[in-house]
């Protein structure tokens, strides 16, 4: 599966796409791959830093749980919004990280 993140370019200035897999996070994924999101729990959920909105292949996401939910609802996040941390893709997937969400550059 694919990740596009539309609001990030690479090199050649066309929006950046990561390889993924359903048994791996979308969160995991951008970290492995150096994209910069904020995830003050280290991805358990608990803090809700980690939200990115989805622009394209909901559908292909993991279902939504209680936890990811409650903490969507908490932070005010609107409904076209996952936790990184939480949703895993079966499918290509388009994202957009908030300006909020960005953490700092990995080096690789």
Do not use: F, Y
């Amino acid at each position: 599966m694919r990740i596009t993140i539309a609001n990030r370019r690479g090199s050649d200035g066309q929006p950046v796409v990561l390889e993924s897999s359903i048994a791996v996070s979308l969160l995991n994924s951008l970290l492995v791959e150096g994209v910069p999101i904020r995830h003050d729990c280290g991805g358990r959920a608990l803090c809700g830093t980690c939200a990115v909105r989805v622009l394209e292949g909901w559908g292909g996401l993991s279902p939504i749980g209680e936890r990811e939910a409650l903490r969507l609802h908490e932070g005010g996040r609107p409904g076209d919004c996952r936790l990184a941390c939480q949703a895993r893709a079966a499918r290509d997937v388009s994202i957009e990280i908030p300006a909020e969400g960005q953490g700092k550059e990995v080096e690789k």
